[in-house]
């Protein structure tokens, strides 16, 4: 079985940077994929950036390219997203993910269908 805890979310100003991690305890093996989605208020969660564990091959939503960096340490069994250029729209509630369905070194999939285990969440908040 395997378990994410998030940590790092908080609040910070527009322009702003934070660091989100995912500790992961249990089985993660090259072949998973793991991913950010997040989920805003009235609205539906989203993928956010996803990696391949066994090659790094990465995987972003539009709307955070050039801005949110994925990265996973597997000495550390922990997953990552530097986040920078923070905007408002970036409020959310952050989840971490991973998957063994869907994922290969081809494929880093951003929809929710694909992960099989969840975090509980960590807080972001953007202020103008």
């Known amino acids: 079985q395997v378990q994410l805890v998030e940590s790092g979310g908080g609040s910070v100003q527009a322009g702003g940077s934070l660091r989100l991690s995912c500790a992961a305890s249990?089985?993660?093996?090259?072949?998973?994929?793991m991913g950010w989605f997040r989920q805003a208020p009235g609205k539906e969660r989203e993928g956010v950036a996803a990696?391949?564990?066994?090659?790094?091959?990465?995987n972003y939503a539009d709307s955070v390219k050039g801005r949110f960096t994925i990265s996973h340490d597997n000495a550390k069994n922990t997953l990552y997203l530097q986040m920078s250029s923070l905007k408002p729209e970036d409020t959310a509630m952050y989840y971490c993910?991973?998957?063994?369905?869907?994922?290969?070194?081809?494929?880093?999939?951003?929809?929710?269908?694909?992960?099989?285990?969840w975090g509980q969440g960590t807080q972001v908040t953007v202020s103008s």
């Open positions: 249990g089985y993660i093996a090259s072949s998973y994929c």
């Open positions: 990696i391949y564990i066994g090659g790094g091959r990465t």
């Open positions: 993910a991973a998957a063994f369905r869907y994922c290969s070194v081809v494929s880093v999939p951003l929809g929710e269908y694909a992960y099989n285990y």
